[in-house]
């Protein structure tokens, strides 16, 4: 059987994304009841960090634990990635000692690269491109709070990054109309724009994209690796800050959601986070659930349901 991947949110069909992100809510529900649910004793998951984290550390070691199997936590400080050794090799040995990958990278290519060598499954846990499992965790967050987003309106408000680039993706696979709202210069990739045309629409003017929206949704203004343009991008995202009043034009029933950390003052107002349509902390913890049911789908083949 074909080794399946999780590298962007494409890799899976539409029912199967509704599916992983039902399991997830149900996961959800049994960690809260006190379940104890261990289908991944004897397995071993292998964490690449290239890229610090909190949540994504986090969120995948403790799924692993609630799962009754172990992470490892490789970094290249430990290991011979840091110290040039070919991605292909890293990743035939690797795969070759743990059952699932997850990887947190700056360069999409390098996770591609490891995915085509591995023999088992890989995660993309974030790249400059792509944040695939944040967009699981956001959609079973509207899900679980509003129902179905198929047919709804989102806005993404700011750098057309790898979140922006996700929720393009997930535009398409989840059927809501996008609407990304950018500073010139900083919009996501054209190409990508064409692509999606069906679904997502820039709309420069802040006060225009938010207009009716049931999910506004935004990102730092300045990523991991791009502090040294802070401040060119603090003068050119100064209009694109999201406020309590900003959520007023949006629709009555509209949720604000940001993957974290969070800078109060800058994308966000300093008591955005305070709004009871603001649902990070709800968002944050479905990280883990969500890819404890991202992990249980990869490995179905291969464990016991209890």
């Known amino acids: 059987m074909t080794t399946r991947h999780f590298l962007t949110l494409l890799d899976f069909s539409p029912e199967e994304l509704r599916q992983i992100i039902t399991r997830a809510s149900e996961l959800r529900r049994m960690q809260h009841e006190g379940v104890l649910y261990q289908p991944f004793v004897g397995r071993t998951l292998g964490m690449i960090f290239e890229k610090s984290s909190t949540r994504t550390r986090v969120s995948f070691e403790a799924g692993m634990a609630q799962f009754g199997g172990h992470g490892i936590f490789l970094s290249p400080r430990d290991t011979q990635l840091g110290r040039g050794e070919p991605i292909e090799d890293s990743a035939r040995v690797i795969s070759s000692m743990v059952d699932i ?57 700011g750098d057309g990054n790898n979140m922006c680039a996700s929720f393009i993706h997930a535009a398409h696979q989840f059927g809501f109309e996008l609407r990304v709202s ?40 300045a990523s991991m690796g791009q502090e040294n343009e802070q401040n060119t991008r603090a003068r050119r995202f100064s209009q ?22 969070a800078h109060r003052g ?41």
């Open 101 to 157: 990958v997850m990887i947190r990278t700056f360069d999409h290519a390098m996770v591609e690269t490891f995915a085509k060598y591995s023999r088992v499954p890989v995660i993309n846990a974030l790249t400059d491109a792509h944040h695939p499992c944040q967009l699981l965790a956001d959609m079973q967050t509207y899900f679980e709070l509003r129902g179905d987003i198929a047919g709804k309106v989102v806005t993404w408000v």
């Open 266 to 306: 800058e994308e966000i107002s300093y008591d955005l986070l305070d709004d009871p349509r603001a649902v990070v902390w709800h968002e944050a913890e479905n990280r883990l659930h969500a890819q404890k049911a991202l992990m249980e789908f990869l490995l179905k083949d291969k464990i016991h349901f209890a």
């Open 182 to 221: 950018a500073p010139y210069g900083f919009e996501p990739n054209l190409d990508l724009i064409k692509e999606y045309a069906h679904c997502v629409t820039l709309v420069e003017d802040i006060n225009e994209a938010v207009k009716g929206s049931h999910l506004i949704a935004t990102d730092v203004w």
């Open 240 to 261: 694109y800050m999201v406020t309590r009043s900003l959520l007023d034009k949006a629709d009555p029933d509209v949720l604000f959601m940001h993957c974290l950390p």
